[in-house]
């Protein structure tokens, strides 16, 4: 079994070195310090207990044309990050491969494959700009995985995993088939937690509650997880944004399998966790937010549901991705 891992940073490392330890055939796709140091030196994942994997022999290369076609394809770079390598993975992926979208928020095929619902075939631009990645990516060919765990690259090649790891995986039709029976049986072999389930947009919409609220007060407030929960006034922010999304998933048929106030929980218990929106604003890159909030928008938008909380949110998050971009020479943010 050939696994291409397309982004070998927090989740895709976890993942990677995992596999590569139980015996699959890995590749990274990987750049810059971060290739160079698992070309020279393998990678290493330093577990939650503080035990340690390191795979030494494992390929590596930033050539997807190099690496040829491969069994699945695990993307696990960020969404925004999908669309400018889209034409680009033809190379990894043949008649037969999987592709799996490991990406938080709304992911691009919501509406394209398997969908029964009334907006079957819309077209989501904040998941997708142009459609640049259905243009390149046969949504027939897609598994939908959730990612649970949190996790920091350290170093270049070395991931430690702050907690979880479980990756719940779904077909978008609802269907469990032996492609993705099979994946989960090989992550559980690496020793992860891979449930398979028939409604894969639920456990999407369950994380994303979550992302679209945490993430973005996170990045604006420079506070952790249980800070934010054990503030009253960001607590209650995110509660505001917590209804407001699930009425959005309620008109699309989704129904949530916990309720606000044990979703809020659950996030405390993780501690003083910087999300991943926090840890790219201090470090100074583009910011995750159209898939994770700006997506939300548009999906109440197409369900005639007001989202004020939100958009005031989204709103000030558009103007620090702004300053960052502006910082940083890279002025590329869209009108709203």
Same mark, same amino acid.
């Given at each position: 079994m050939s696994i291409a891992i397309v982004g070998a940073g927090a989740i895709g490392g976890q993942l990677g070195v995992k596999l590569a330890h139980a015996g699959e055939k890995v590749t990274f796709i990987a750049r810059g310090a971060n290739l160079e140091a698992i070309q020279s030196n393998g990678m290493r994942l330093i577990e939650e207990d503080g035990s340690e994997i390191h795979v030494r022999d494992v390929r590596a290369t930033k050539s997807m044309a190099e690496a040829g076609v491969h069994d699945y394809v695990l993307l696990t770079?960020?969404?925004?990050?999908?669309?400018?390598?889209?034409?680009?993975?033809?190379?990894?992926?043949?008649?037969? *491969?999987?592709?799996?979208?490991?990406?938080?928020?709304?992911?691009?095929?919501?509406?394209?494959?398997?969908?029964?619902?009334?907006?079957?075939?819309?077209?989501i631009e904040n998941s997708d700009p142009g459609g640049e990645i259905a243009r390149h990516l046969d949504?027939?060919?897609?598994?939908?995985?959730?990612?649970?765990?949190?996790?920091?690259? *350290?170093?270049?090649? +070395?991931?430690?995993?702050?907690?979880?790891?479980?990756?719940?995986?779904?077909?978008?039709?609802? *269907?469990?088939?032996?492609?993705?029976?099979?994946?989960?049986?090989?992550?559980?072999?690496?020793?992860?937690?891979?449930?398979?389930?028939?409604?894969?947009?639920?456990?999407?919409?369950?994380?994303?509650?979550?992302?679209?609220?945490?993430?973005?007060?996170?990045a604006l407030t420079h506070a952790t997880l249980v800070d934010i929960c054990r503030f009253p006034d960001t607590r209650a922010l995110t509660?505001?944004?917590?209804?407001?999304?699930?009425?959005?998933?309620?008109?699309?048929?989704?129904?949530?399998?916990?309720?606000?106030?044990?979703?809020?929980?659950?996030?405390?218990?993780?501690?003083?966790?910087? +999300?991943?929106?926090?840890q790219d604003v201090e470090a100074g890159r583009a910011i995750e937010l159209e898939a994770l909030v700006g997506s939300v928008i548009e999906l109440g938008r197409l369900t005639g549901t007001a989202t004020p909380h939100i958009d005031t949110v989204y709103a000030l998050m558009r103007m620090l991705a702004r300053s960052l971009e502006t910082a940083n020479g890279r002025l590329s943010i869209q009108p709203a």
């Open positions: 770079v960020k969404a925004h990050q999908v669309g400018p390598i889209a034409a680009d993975l033809k190379h990894l992926i043949g008649p037969n *491969t999987s592709v799996v979208t490991l990406q938080n928020g709304i992911p691009w095929w919501y509406f394209l494959h398997g969908y029964r619902g009334d907006h079957r075939g819309a077209h949504p027939a060919q897609v598994i939908g995985s959730v990612v649970y765990p949190a996790a920091i690259l *350290t170093e270049p090649g +070395t991931v430690k995993v702050v907690e979880g790891n479980r990756y719940t995986l779904g077909e978008p039709d609802g *269907t469990v088939s032996a492609r993705v029976s099979e994946l989960s049986r090989r992550l559980v072999a690496a020793g992860f937690k891979s449930p398979v389930i028939e409604d894969i947009r639920c456990e999407i919409w369950l994380k994303l509650w979550g992302n679209l609220s945490f993430n973005p007060i996170s509660r505001a944004m917590m209804e407001e999304a699930q009425t959005i998933a309620n008109a699309l048929g989704v129904t949530f399998r916990v309720d606000i106030d044990r979703r809020i929980a659950g996030a405390e218990k993780v501690g003083a966790h910087k +999300t991943s929106m926090l």
